[in-house]
């Protein structure tokens, strides 16, 4: 494989940015009357306008190349096809078998993976329309009001994003938890708000051997028992999800209620395979079908699509312009919708978790920045936080906006401010206020003299501050499926142009190491001489709090 820094398409990149660097997306409106309409797509439920960012049409000709020249399109086809490309685990990535709604044979180890998928989607249907129809019944034959998620990481923030996005479409009786924190507080404070009688508790985890999930399982299994007064009652209202079925049998949770997934689907991308159990049980099954439609849509076209027309190749071609020319080390996510508020939150495990890689797939040091950071907050909230850094401050960090056109609010007035805001952000983004319009403005308010033009530098913003504007109709399932897949997709395009593999996860092994022996030692085993002097001070302090205690 060429490396990436020696391919011609980067090279011949590194020549243009030379000029382009130069160029602000004033002039570039003002010389194309066209450039809003040219750099614009719909892909089903979602439009994307992309014409607010420092590309011209040799930019984009330029970063195409680099795709095809990187081999993205052999890539795009390996991944699809079931190949092993997850080559430190030795898995295929398959979270596109899950909503492969043609059902057309995906092929791993020689078997086709679909009937296995259908077979997992019946039985959740079945299971979920028992529950939402109040045919489950708890051990004291009352129907199911509260559902607890208990899983971490992938196992949580997709179900977690997805139920609270949909809400509107959620079933009137349920109410849905998420418990993912080891920190008692959190399963305390959900405890107190369900009943063991009418609860049923979800316990993600694909390994079923991590131990945030496996001690808050526990917690909540023990709280239910002491209620229950019954053993046979944990049929009833605790179920599993889990690759892991001897595990699962272990803990203590019968294998008829485990729901099965495979290990070539990742953590992070796992809401669509069993994981999504609990989307289903909120939103039912017609709903979850369609966040698979809308992800098979974008499936569809990501992997038919020429990448001159295509969503997640552009936004992430786009996105190796800034990292890897501008030096732009940040991403930001602004969903104007308050149903996306877990969106950031998921998007960065998804991003900073398969693309925060330094290794190549041939083993060695990258030798470019790789996965940026990615931060965000819903959009109205994050103006009057931290987009002023985003207006005048130093860096250089694109930002996705996201927001539903349609108006469903009962409330009078609001999506109208929050539209206003969103495009309007965009555009002082793109536009800037020159020293000229801050003086001018600043006279016509009255200032003049020292005072003028003491303030004048402090109102002057540069622009030229790239932003992608998404937008859906509504935020629907379907949409919402459409959406997360696109930047599913987009990812992996990233990690392909870095020739990374955007599919393990080894560094979040040293820290869990680590912690299994200073939690010993936090409960008196001698510390070990390894330990720098910081770790065993800090240990200290923590046997020196609870001689204590909490009084
Ligand atoms: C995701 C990661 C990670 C994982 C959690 C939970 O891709 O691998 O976030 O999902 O560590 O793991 P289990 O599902 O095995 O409990």
Not at 105 to 119: F, L, Q
Not at 359 to 388: M, S, Y
């Given at each position: 494989?060429?490396?990436l820094?020696?391919?011609?398409?980067?090279?011949?990149?590194?020549?243009?940015?030379?000029?382009?660097?130069?160029?602000?997306?004033?002039?570039?409106?003002?010389?194309?009357?066209?450039?809003?309409?040219?750099?614009?797509?719909?892909?089903?439920?979602?439009?994307?306008d992309?014409?607010?960012?420092?590309i011209?049409?040799s930019?984009?000709?330029?970063?195409?190349?680099?795709?095809?020249?990187?081999?993205?399109?052999?890539?795009?086809?390996?991944?699809?096809?079931?190949?092993k490309?997850?080559?430190?685990?030795?898995?295929?990535?398959?979270?596109?078998?899950?909503?492969?709604?043609?059902?057309?044979?995906?092929?791993?180890?020689?078997?086709?993976?679909?009937?296995?998928?259908?077979?997992?989607?019946?039985?959740?249907?079945?299971?979920?329309?028992?529950?939402?129809?109040?045919?489950?019944?708890?051990?004291?034959?009352?129907?199911?009001?509260?559902?607890?998620?208990?899983?971490?990481?992938?196992?949580?923030?997709?179900?977690?994003?997805?139920?609270?996005?949909?809400?509107?479409?959620?079933?009137?009786?349920?109410?849905?938890?998420?418990?993912?924190?080891?920190?008692?507080?959190?399963?305390?404070?959900?405890?107190?708000?369900?009943?063991?009688?009418?609860?049923?508790?979800?316990?993600?985890?694909?390994?079923?051997?991590?131990?945030?999930?496996?001690?808050?399982?526990?917690?909540?299994?023990?709280?239910f028992?002491?209620?229950?007064?019954?053993?046979?009652a944990?049929?009833?209202?605790?179920?599993?999800?889990?690759?892991?079925?001897?595990?699962?049998?272990?803990?203590?949770?019968?294998?008829?209620?485990?729901?099965?997934?495979?290990?070539?689907?990742?953590?992070?991308?796992?809401?669509?395979?069993?994981?999504?159990?609990?989307?289903?049980?909120?939103?039912?099954?017609?709903?979850?079908?369609?966040?698979?439609?809308?992800?098979?849509?974008?499936?569809?076209?990501?992997?038919?699509?020429?990448?001159?027309?295509?969503?997640?190749?552009?936004?992430?071609?786009i996105?190796?312009?800034?990292?890897?020319?501008?030096g732009?080390?940040?991403?930001?996510?602004?969903?104007?919708?308050?149903?996306?508020?877990?969106?950031?939150?998921?998007?960065?495990?998804?991003?900073?978790?398969?693309?925060?890689?330094?290794?190549?797939?041939?083993?060695?040091?990258?030798?470019?920045?790789?996965?940026?950071?990615?931060?965000?907050?819903?959009?109205?909230?994050g103006?009057?936080?931290?987009?002023?850094?985003?207006?005048?401050?130093?860096?250089?960090?694109?930002?996705?906006?996201?927001?539903?056109?349609?108006?469903?609010?009962?409330?009078?007035?609001?999506?109208?401010?929050?539209?206003?805001?969103?495009?309007?952000?965009?555009?002082?983004f793109?536009?800037?206020?020159?020293?000229?319009?801050?003086?001018?403005?600043?006279t016509?308010?009255?200032?003049?003299?020292?005072?003028?033009?003491?303030?004048?530098?402090?109102?002057?913003?540069?622009?030229?501050?790239?932003?992608n504007?998404?937008?859906?109709?509504?935020?629907?399932?379907?949409?919402?499926?459409?959406?997360?897949?696109?930047?599913?997709?987009?990812?992996?395009?990233?990690?392909?142009?870095?020739?990374?593999?955007?599919?393990?996860?080894?560094?979040?092994?040293?820290?869990?190491?680590?912690?299994?022996?200073?939690?010993?030692?936090?409960?008196?085993?001698?510390?070990?001489?390894?330990?720098?002097?910081?770790?065993?001070?800090?240990?200290?302090?923590?046997?020196?709090?609870?001689?204590?205690?909490?009084?």
């Amino acid at each position: 494989m060429v490396e990436l820094t020696q391919l011609p398409a980067w090279q011949t990149l590194w020549e243009h940015f030379v000029e382009a660097k130069q160029l602000h997306m004033r002039d570039l409106f003002a010389s194309d009357p066209q450039r809003a309409e040219r750099y614009a797509l719909e892909v089903g439920g979602l439009f994307l306008d992309y014409s607010k960012n420092r590309i011209t049409d040799s930019t984009l000709r330029g970063l195409m190349a680099l795709a095809r020249e990187a081999g993205l399109p052999a890539r795009i086809k390996a991944m699809f096809r079931g190949d092993k490309i997850n080559s430190t685990e030795q898995r295929a990535v398959l979270h596109v078998a899950l909503r492969n709604r043609t059902n057309s044979p995906i092929m791993v180890d020689g078997e086709d993976v679909m009937p296995k998928v259908n077979s997992v989607l019946e039985r959740m249907g079945k299971f979920a329309h028992a529950v939402r129809s109040g045919e489950w019944l708890g051990y004291t034959n009352q129907p199911i009001t509260d559902i607890v998620n208990i899983g971490i990481g992938g196992s949580d923030l997709g179900p977690l994003m997805v139920c609270r996005a949909l809400k509107p479409f959620a079933h009137p009786r349920l109410n849905m938890h998420f418990v993912s924190n080891v920190d008692g507080a959190q399963l305390k404070e959900t405890l107190k708000k369900v009943h063991s009688e009418t609860t049923l508790f979800v316990v993600e985890s694909k390994t079923f051997t991590t131990q945030e999930t496996l001690t808050n399982a526990l917690t909540a299994r023990d709280w239910f028992v002491h209620r229950a007064r019954d053993e046979k009652a944990v049929a009833k209202h605790f179920v599993a999800v889990s690759t892991n079925q001897k595990a699962v049998a272990d803990f203590g949770i019968d294998p008829s209620n485990m729901f099965e997934f495979w290990d070539w689907v990742g953590g992070r991308y796992s809401l669509w395979s069993a994981i999504g159990l609990p989307i289903m049980l909120y939103l039912g099954e017609e709903n979850f079908t369609e966040l698979l439609n809308g992800a098979h849509i974008m499936d569809q076209h990501f992997s038919n699509a020429p990448f001159e027309q295509n969503m997640p190749v552009l936004l992430a071609m786009i996105g190796i312009w800034y990292i890897n020319f501008y030096g732009g080390g940040s991403h930001v996510i602004t969903p104007y919708d308050q149903y996306l508020h877990h969106f950031p939150a998921f998007i960065q495990q998804l991003d900073m978790e398969s693309n925060g890689k330094q290794t190549t797939l041939a083993g060695k040091a990258v030798e470019v920045e790789t996965a940026p950071i990615i931060w965000g907050e819903t959009g109205i909230n994050g103006q009057h936080a931290f987009f002023q850094l985003l207006h005048q401050g130093t860096h250089i960090s694109p930002i996705d906006l996201i927001a539903s056109l349609t108006n469903c609010s009962s409330l009078p007035g609001h999506h109208e401010i929050l539209l206003a805001n969103v495009f309007a952000q965009a555009e002082a983004f793109m536009r800037g206020k020159t020293e000229q319009e801050a003086r001018a403005e600043l006279t016509q308010q009255g200032w003049q003299g020292e005072a003028l033009e003491a303030l004048v530098p402090h109102k002057v913003f540069n622009g030229n501050r790239p932003s992608n504007m998404l937008l859906m109709d509504l935020l629907n399932p379907r949409n919402l499926g459409s959406l997360i897949a696109l930047y599913e997709h987009k990812i992996f395009v990233q990690g392909v142009i870095w020739q990374i593999n955007s599919f393990d996860q080894w560094g979040v092994e040293l820290g869990k190491q680590l912690a299994k022996t200073i939690q010993a030692e936090l409960l008196g085993q001698p510390l070990s001489p390894e330990h720098d002097s910081s770790t065993r001070h800090l240990i200290e302090l923590y046997r020196q709090a609870n001689q204590r205690g909490c009084t």
